[in-house]
């Protein structure tokens, strides 16, 4: 079995501060772990993807992401909000390669100027 | 990573009525599978369309209501049946490959409505 929590429904920053989205996972395997940011009216965007490799992950936009086995988190950072960054983000969860995702609730994020 | 055309993009029903969504993929896929996402919910998984046999559903979902077909590797349907306004829902395409190296791409959406 495998599930999500993304901690924060909705998170508010300031343009130019950093950004943190907060998500924990539970899984019976050694897990892949995605973000994948979601516009207004727009398709999913993956940002970036742990598949057991290095546990600091870069993705694209300057987000990133660190893999804490201990911890059983995965949360995504930016040190530096844009506008554009306002969307939704869903933390999701793969017990293995190919298998079926299971996405945490989301995180509406907004940006004030 | 794959390219994937989902159609139609939106669709306005009435209800008792049958809506069949489309999903082709531009490349041979493993596995594909279909989401719906509620208004202003996350994404919940429906089924996993499987090529040449019966998909596999996702509690709380039922072939009757949402049969699925799967004829290649490259194409899949989701017919969404006798709809009630409850199935007013953003349905999603996903394709995945073994590899998962380019981790997993989603169709654009189907927004339905259902008066």
């Known amino acids: 079995a495998q599930s999500v929590t993304q901690l924060d429904s909705h998170v508010s920053v300031s343009e130019g501060t950093p950004v943190l989205l907060r998500c924990n996972y539970s899984s019976s395997y050694s897990p892949s772990l995605f973000w994948y940011v979601q516009h207004p009216n727009k398709g999913l965007q993956l940002l970036l993807k742990y598949t057991s490799a290095a546990t600091l992950v870069k993705g694209i936009n300057g987000f990133e992401a660190e893999f804490k086995k201990s911890e059983t988190s995965f949360h995504l950072t930016k040190p530096s909000a844009h506008m554009s960054d306002a969307a939704e983000y869903f933390c999701?969860?793969?017990?293995?390669?190919?298998?079926?995702?299971?996405f945490g609730g989301g995180t509406r994020v907004l940006v004030k100027p | 990573s794959a390219v994937i055309s989902q159609k139609p993009s939106r669709d306005i029903c009435q209800r008792g009525t049958s809506l069949t969504i489309q999903c082709q993929v531009d490349s041979q896929v493993t596995m594909m599978f279909w989401y719906r996402q509620q208004p202003g919910q996350s994404l919940t998984l429906i089924a996993t369309a499987n090529q040449g046999s019966e998909a596999t559903y996702e509690s709380g979902f039922v072939i009757d209501k949402f049969p699925i077909s799967r004829p290649n590797l490259t194409f899949s349907t989701l017919t969404v049946s006798n709809m009630s306004p409850e199935d007013s829902s953003i349905y999603l395409c996903s394709v995945g490959d073994s590899s998962i190296h380019y981790g997993y791409t989603f169709g654009s959406g189907t927004r339905l409505t259902v008066v």
């Open positions: 999701v969860v793969s017990a293995a390669a190919g298998n079926k995702l299971t």
